[in-house]
């Protein structure tokens, strides 16, 4: 077994935070030794989430350098913009960070200031961050000591992409992502718009002129392609907790292709996509808890558009499991360590 690796946790009161201690609590090669709280420091972790009573037996510690000083690996869990501040100093003492928010996920850091509102504070480290997601560049990740996992939607529409884009069978100037999440994709704090009364029994659309996750998703699909790609992008809010179920569309250059061995076997060896059988609709619900991507591709009525329904929990495949997915490519554990429990249902 991989020895064990002492881990911190900075935002550990958020949601995303919440599901990593979920998951590293019960990692054979993980031990949480500190998680911070800027509000709740010296209170138990467990008063905040009672589901860890027992199982992580700690209080939560001011986020400071000196209170990560015995890690080895920090995960930050932070709102976006926080972790750029803390990430050099971490570096320089020689811990490996895994941020789960977006400060390292453009490789352009002219066009992070213009989507986030602020300027980058360690631009040059940028370069050296590796995009988190295993099924594009595993061999990147293990090697890295700044991981930038990547946004809940990029995740869902990337990989239900890829097989189409990396075998250049669509027109890559008109793709389309229609997505809708879970709230809890907002996070912890309250925020309006979020309440019950204001969500529940409704269904909505927002940054239609304009996510920062496309800037993200564009990225990916860029690289792939070798040439830009056209991407309209549509997110929707949808009153349940997790979960993201991305429509995407794309014409194909021909009708003459079998999208269903091609999707098959480009995943056949990934360990959390799972392309479903000929026909099927995945549901969000099949993928609660689960770090796993579930896809079906389609080509209604045999015609020339290509249409793949791609789910995740936007908490653990979109988020925590991802992260851990890519700690376990760091430390040479095997990949799905501790990620292995299938959802949970109903
Ligand atoms: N929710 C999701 O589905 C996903 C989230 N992410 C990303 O993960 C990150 C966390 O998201 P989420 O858990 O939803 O957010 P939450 O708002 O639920 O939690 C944020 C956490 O960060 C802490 N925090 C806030 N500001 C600072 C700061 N300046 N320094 C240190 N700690 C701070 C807060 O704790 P306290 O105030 O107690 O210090 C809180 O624990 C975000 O970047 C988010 O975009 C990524 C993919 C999916
Ligand atoms: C419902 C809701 O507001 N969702 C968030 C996205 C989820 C998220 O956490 O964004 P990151 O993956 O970049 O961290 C949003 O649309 O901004």
């Not at 940028?126 to 990029?154: F, Q, S, W």
């Not at 793709?175 to 309250?190: E, H």
């Not at 992260?323 to 299938?342: K, R, S």
Request: net charge negative; aromatic share 6%.
């Amino acid at each position: 077994m991989t020895e064990k690796q002492r881990i911190g946790i900075v935002g550990g009161t958020g949601y995303a935070g919440a599901e990593l201690l979920r998951l590293l609590s019960a990692h054979p090669s993980a031990e949480v030794i500190a998680v911070t709280s800027r509000g709740d420091a010296g209170t138990p972790v467990a008063e905040a989430y009672p589901q860890l009573r027992g199982v992580i037996d700690l209080d939560f510690v001011e986020p400071s350098t000196d209170n990560l000083a015995d890690c080895d690996i920090v995960f930050f869990a932070t709102p976006h913009a926080a972790a750029m501040h803390d990430v050099p100093a971490l570096l320089d003492a020689g811990k490996r960070v895994i941020d789960l928010s977006a400060d390292f996920r453009l490789k352009d850091a002219q066009e992070w200031a213009s989507w986030y509102g602020v300027e980058h504070v360690c631009p040059t480290l940028i370069e050296r961050a590796v995009y988190g997601m295993p099924e594009l560049n595993r061999e990147e990740i293990a090697k890295a000591d700044l991981v930038a996992a990547p946004g809940c939607y990029p995740t869902a529409v990337v990989l239900g992409f890829k097989p189409l884009v990396e075998a250049g069978l669509v027109d890559f100037g008109r793709l389309i992502a229609d997505a809708k999440t879970g709230v809890s994709g907002a996070g912890k704090s309250l925020k309006p718009g979020f309440l019950f009364a204001e969500m529940q029994e409704s269904f909505k659309a927002y940054g239609v002129a304009g996510h920062r996750h496309l800037p993200e998703i564009r990225q990916s699909l860029s690289a792939m392609a070798g040439t830009g790609v056209g991407l309209t992008f549509v997110p929707h809010l949808v009153p349940m907790i997790r979960g993201i179920h991305a429509t995407l569309y794309a014409q194909l250059h021909s009708a003459d292709c079998d999208l269903q061995s091609l999707y098959e076997s480009a995943y056949a060896d990934e360990p959390f996509v799972d392309v479903l059988p000929a026909g099927a609709m995945p549901e969000t619900r099949h993928v609660r808890g689960a770090n796993m991507c579930r896809m079906a591709v389609h080509r209604p009525g045999g015609g020339d558009t290509a249409v793949v329904l791609s789910v995740i929990d936007n908490l653990v495949k979109g988020a925590a499991g991802q992260a851990v997915q890519c700690f376990n490519l760091m430390i040479g554990a095997d990949e799905a360590c501790g990620l292995a429990v299938p959802g949970a249902l109903p």
